[in-house]
């Protein structure tokens, strides 16, 4: 079993950064791939970015070049550094874990934090 908790989400405006945390339980944090996702209201829950085991990582066409995902494995913690923000990006961000390598659906992730709210205004 794993526990994710997110921080890091706040009111920002467009052009601004921020950095988002997930701070997970559990001695095999590691093994685990780490994704986030992201849900606005009314629209489904869209993959942002993923970092595999082994340091891997993958992005949305929306975000590459912008987000950069990476994980502390010390601290069981996985960050999402957010930069040259639009309004677009407004939406509630979720950190999930999968036992497998890596995935772009949130189906494939077993594990899910509570969310925390990103807010970027023009």
């Known amino acids: 079993q794993v526990q994710l908790v997110e921080s890091g989400g706040g009111l920002v405006q467009a052009g601004g950064s921020l950095r988002l945390s997930c701070a997970a339980s559990g001695r095999t944090f590691s093994s685990y791939a780490m994704g986030w996702f992201r849900q606005a209201p009314g629209k489904e829950r869209d993959f942002v970015a993923a970092?595999?085991?082994?340091?891997?990582?993958y992005y949305a066409d929306s975000v590459k070049g912008r987000f950069t995902i990476s994980r502390d494995n010390a601290k069981n913690t996985v960050y999402l550094q957010m930069n040259s923000l639009k309004p677009e990006d407004t939406a509630v961000y979720y950190c999930?874990?999968?036992?497998?390598?890596?995935?772009?659906?949130?189906?494939?992730?077993?594990?899910w934090g509570q969310g925390t709210q990103v807010t970027v205004s023009s």
């Open positions: 970092i595999t085991s082994g340091d891997y990582t």
């Open positions: 999930a874990a999968s036992p497998r390598y890596y995935g772009s659906s949130p189906y494939e992730y077993d594990y």
